[in-house]
């Protein structure tokens, strides 16, 4: 478990590297999720983060209900995400942390799966904000490579989920991470 630990930090440190980059002027740019722009897809990041303790200690999301709604970023978006980012990889870091059982909005998960998803969710929308922002938008490719290893025989479940695009086809010789976004309905 310690791997997926590793590769959720490298996913967090690609989404990481693209905030730092955003100017000032680029929180209102589309992004390719169609329903966000910049600052909706940071939010929505941080969003991810700020539950992590609470799920992590056995709350349900009935619980936690409406707690963090609303303006999650304030007036300094960037230290908004590093706040709930540390918080998170403290909690995630915990011994015995992957043991344990988080109640999902669709149910019951190890927390390790729980792990699964939010790494790729760090690492696909690092890609989105690079898109976003004119960065450079290569992942990671040990990430990407395990990313598509876990999620890739997932396909009717990830388009089951209504949380992705429909799956764009992609050529049979493209490389692994044009593969992963292919899957998660992405151009590249």
């Known amino acids: 478990m310690d791997d997926i630990l590793d590769l959720h930090r490298r996913a967090a440190a690609e989404f990481d590297r693209r905030i730092a980059a955003i100017g000032e002027d680029q929180w209102d740019r589309p ?20 539950w992590v303790p609470d ?12 707690r963090y709604e609303g303006n999650l970023l304030g007036d300094d978006p960037k230290g908004a995400w590093q706040d709930a980012l540390r918080t998170a ?11 344990r059982t988080v109640h999902l909005s669709y149910g019951d998960e190890l927390a390790g799966e ?18 976003a922002i004119g960065a450079a938008g290569d992942l990671d490719p040990e990430l990407v490579e395990h990313l598509w290893q876990v999620w890739s025989p997932r396909g009717e479940m990830i388009r089951g989920s209504g949380v992705f695009a429909d799956e764009v086809d992609v050529p049979a010789d ?15």
Do not use: F, I, K
């Open 31 to 50: 992004t390719p999720c169609t329903d966000w722009n910049v600052r909706d897809l940071v939010r929505h990041l941080v969003y991810e983060n700020v």
């Open 55 to 66: 799920l992590m200690a056995g709350a349900t999301v009935a619980e936690v209900g409406d």
């Open 89 to 99: 990889l403290e909690e995630l870091s915990a011994a015995g942390a992957l043991d």
């Open 114 to 131: 729980y792990l699964a998803q939010l790494t790729l969710d760090h690492a696909v929308h690092a890609w989105d904000l690079a898109q």
């Open 174 to 188: 493209a490389d692994t991470q044009t593969r992963l976004l292919g899957l998660l309905g992405r151009r590249r």
